[in-house]
């Protein structure tokens, strides 16, 4: 592990830290509103300042944090249990079998997801609370986010498919069920290791995307979306930058899980 | 030119202290006649659909409408009296069915084409075709039948409706008058201005009407603009940078946010002018046929449930903590903008969440361990809706949300995308409360039938009722068609501020605030005096100048 990488680790830690921390680091909780010190700088009372209705913005970012960390990573694992499935069966099976899960993967592909997630978020209950809703907006990402790395997954096990190792347990008799879960998968572990960490920023930025359009958490629950949000119609940088801590908190967790991904990629290798 | 010619002759006056004195007045004179003419550049925040003014719908269009066409009667935006353009005189018969108009004479369009009662007749009969489906007609269809026109002579003409017209008068000032002979068709003008360009998707130019027939009081001709430029800019971050950056002379609608940001830097620039005509309001959904828990049906068609729940909402807060002050606490369904029509009796509501329990005991409800309980011990929690992207709205829900919890009522706020927020509130039914706001253009309550009459689709709260399904909303209906079916302003008034006060005492809407008018205008711009009515900073463009250019 390189020294950037081990940086990366200690950034992530504690970032995870402080955010599972957040109920003591800020007692106030991410709701409350100081409506007397609405849209105010950093002060001792709120050390990131508060947000256009006054709440206090340095509760919000760790709580947001929490739940994109939390989540994101919930819908990558969603994501890639569904590539394994579906891309590292279609692929071990091959023939027909490959060709009809590849066809239907590139139908996913080609859907606008973006409109597809604001449809299916206009089709769901008005009626769920904030942590409802912010558990199936990952939902929704987890579950259209498969498609990539069931590509990969699907190549990567065709290849294995055709292995000397696995034509040998064939040959000896081993059932296909048994070679799938012994031989197959075991060997799909680095990629599936990579593609999990690579959908984690994907998913921390899609919701980011989703919470800017105003489709993704619902209020009053933060998440970095929101967050970001408040940079909307920013006119200069340099006038408020307490402002800009969320978006630096993501540019550097997604930063780390980049770094950790390379270690991946290189163990995978 | 002329005049600068004129007073360049002036300077010539012999001898020492009195040259200079002269010099000096000739300067301020020659200043101000500089300080004539100009470009005036402004956006349009969308692209103009027409330049038909009798096919007018969008706000883009309705702008060049404005700027360049020319109209009978026009509505002072400053005093919202009624005065003549290229009408001297008018009359409206006792039944509210006839009008007639005197009109100028020795006018021409911007074509050379002149003008005279056989184009309003045209114009009217153009604008009454039911094949052209004109919204500003649709505003004088009031029964079935043909308008009948009279030319009796160039400067007089009549014109008789199958029905009586509310406000009759008053509807004229949208109506641009075409030429019934020009080949130039729409693009020939009466306006202070004429379309001398169009970019699609970029820019439209407008330049002065060199026809144009009105003089100002030193009887200089107007319009004192040479030209006017909008460019088209959906924008409005960049609108303001480009405002900021002395690219645009004025920014006609601005928001609290931008305002402020404006004001810290720049506070002689930003005008606001006091409450608009403009409303933001929450209503419940009270569709009996509407796929919602009949137990919350029964909660959102109490009046004493609505009104309770109006009183735990600090509107105060909404104007202040939302619009940074730039708003007011909505008293009822009519701005105290609209001098006329506002019911002054009407008070704006209290904010009492203890006032707002006691409502709530009354009607059966109760506290348990800090949430709110029906008679049949269901939680009091709902949704409210509103249009993603709204940052204004999208506040005021949050803000309404932490309010409600102090009387345990638990609020989930969702923003939807506006088609998705349309179809729920006007097919779907499947809502249970939103936030969205009513845009005034009318100062005339005959232009919000479509929404108090219990048949209408825009009775947003319960619409297209075949019998009005309250008594309240059967008063309503009765008041709105007597002040519809009378001249007498005064009865009108009477009876309008009975709907006022019943809406008021039974919360249909829930009136949250009144948007202030707020705008930019540039120190470059002279004769500036931004109002309330559309359009807020240009309604007077033809006495505006531009200078330092």
């Known amino acids: 592990m390189s020294l950037w990488q081990k940086v990366a680790c200690l950034v992530l830690v504690l970032v995870v830290g402080a955010s599972l921390a957040a109920n003591w680091l800020a007692p106030g909780g991410y709701a409350k509103q100081y409506r007397e010190v609405t849209d105010a700088p950093p002060s001792r009372a709120h050390w990131l300042g508060t947000d256009e209705i006054g709440r206090d913005r340095f509760a919000r970012v760790l709580y947001g944090t929490r739940i994109s960390l939390l989540l994101a990573p919930a819908a990558a694992l969603l994501s890639t249990l569904m590539a394994a499935l579906i891309g590292g069966l279609a692929g071990y099976l091959g023939g027909a079998w490959a060709r009809t899960a590849m066809a239907v993967t590139d139908l996913f592909l080609s859907l606008p ?88 920023p994907v998913f921390i930025l899609s919701e980011a995307n989703l919470g800017i359009l105003g489709l993704g958490v619902a209020e009053p629950m933060p998440s970095w979306g929101s967050l970001l949000k408040e940079l909307e119609g920013l006119v200069s940088v340099g006038e408020e930058p307490w402002k800009f801590v969320p978006l630096i908190l993501l540019v550097v967790v997604v930063t780390s899980f980049q770094l950790l991904l390379s270690r991946q990629e290189e163990l995978a290798a | 030119m002329k005049r600068h010619v004129n007073m360049s002759k002036q300077i010539a006056v012999p001898c020492g202290k009195a040259i200079g004195v002269a010099m000096l007045c000739v300067l301020s004179l020659l200043g101000q006649a500089l300080a004539q003419g100009g470009e005036l550049r402004f956006c349009l925040r969308s692209e103009p659909k027409t330049f038909d003014p009798l096919k007018v719908e969008d706000d883009a269009s309705g702008a060049i409408r404005y700027l360049t066409g020319g109209v009978l009667v026009r509505v002072n935006r400053q005093t919202q009296e009624l005065q003549p353009e290229l009408a001297l005189s008018w009359k409206v018969s006792k039944d509210g069915r006839q009008i007639s108009f005197r009109l100028r004479s020795g006018v021409s369009f911007s074509d050379g084409t002149p ?61 641009a008058i075409l030429s019934q002979h020009s080949p130039k068709k729409e693009m020939a003008v009466l306006g202070p201005f004429m379309v001398a360009d169009y970019k699609p998707g970029s820019s439209v130019l407008l330049k002065r009407n060199p026809n144009y027939w009105k003089t100002d009081e030193q009887g200089h001709k107007l319009p004192y603009l040479d030209s006017i430029q909008l460019d088209i800019q959906s924008n409005r971050d960049v609108e303001l940078l480009r405002f900021k950056r ?67 909402i600090n509107r105060d807060d909404l ?26 009796k009407l008070k704006p509501q209290i904010y009492s969440p203890d006032a707002a329990l006691k409502e709530l005991a009354a009607d059966g409800f109760r506290m348990d361990n800090g ?114 079916s009378t001249s007498d302003a005064k009865k009108r008034k009477e009876a309008f501020d009975r709907v006022q006060e019943i809406i008021v005492e039974q919360e249909p809407f829930i009136f949250l605030i009144n948007k202030n008018a707020l705008s930019a205008v540039s120190a470059a711009v002279q004769g500036a005096n931004p109002v309330i009515l559309s359009p807020e900073t240009y309604w007077n463009a033809e006495r505006l100048t531009v200078s330092g250019k």
Request: proline share 5%; hydrophobic share 45%; charged share 20%.
């Open chain 2, 371 to 484: 949430t709110l309980k029906d008679r049949d011990g269901n939680e009091v929690v709902f949704s409210i809706i509103t249009n993603a992207g709204n940052k204004a709205r999208e506040r005021m829900a949050v803000l309404i949300q932490e309010d409600l919890q102090k009387i345990g009522v638990h609020v989930n706020v969702v923003t939807l995308d506006f088609p998705s927020l349309i179809e729920r509130i006007t097919q779907t039914f499947d809502y249970e409360a939103i936030i969205l706001g009513l845009t005034n253009v009318d100062l005339d309550p005959n232009g919000e039938m479509n929404v108090w009459l219990s048949s209408s689709e825009n009775h947003q709260w319960n619409p297209q009722q075949k019998t009005p399904e309250t008594q309240w909303e059967a008063e309503i209906d009765r008041l709105m068609r007597a002040q519809a």
């Open chain 1, 113 to 200: 997801w973006l409109f597809l997630l604001i449809t299916a978020r206009a089709l769901m209950p008005l009626n769920v609370s904030p942590l409802v809703s912010v558990m199936v907006t990952f939902l929704l990402l987890g579950l259209l986010g498969w498609t990539t790395a069931a590509r990969v997954l699907c190549t990567t096990a065709g290849s294995l498919r055709t292995s000397d190792f696995l034509r040998q347990a064939r040959a000896a008799g081993i059932p296909g069920r048994r070679l799938f879960w012994m031989h197959v998968v075991p060997n799909l572990k680095p990629v599936l290791y990579a593609q999990f960490w690579i959908s984690i």
């Open chain 2, 115 to 175: 003008f005279s009662a056989e184009d309003v007749a045209y114009t009217v009969q153009r604008l009454m075709d039911p094949a052209l489906h004109s919204a500003t007609g649709d505003a004088f269809r009031s029964g079935t039948g043909s308008v009948e026109t009279k030319v009796v002579s160039p400067t007089q003409i009549s014109i008789l409706f199958p029905a009586q017209v509310t406000g009759l008068d008053r509807l004229f000032d949208q109506v």
């Open chain 2, 246 to 312: 002395g690219e645009l002379d004025l920014i006609n609608s601005l928001d609290s946010e931008y305002f402020d940001k404006l004001a810290a830097t720049s506070p002689q620039l930003v005008h606001d002018a006091g409450p608009s005509l403009d409303s933001e309001q929450l209503w419940f959904n009270e569709v009996a046929k509407s796929p919602i828990p009949a137990y919350k049906k029964n909660w959102f068609r109490s009046a004493s449930f609505r009104r309770a729940i109006s009183e735990a």
């Open chain 2, 319 to 344: 104007s202040r903590v939302v619009y940074h002050g730039h708003a007011q606490p909505a008293v009822g369904p009519f701005s105290p903008a609209n001098k006329f029509w506002f019911n002054d």
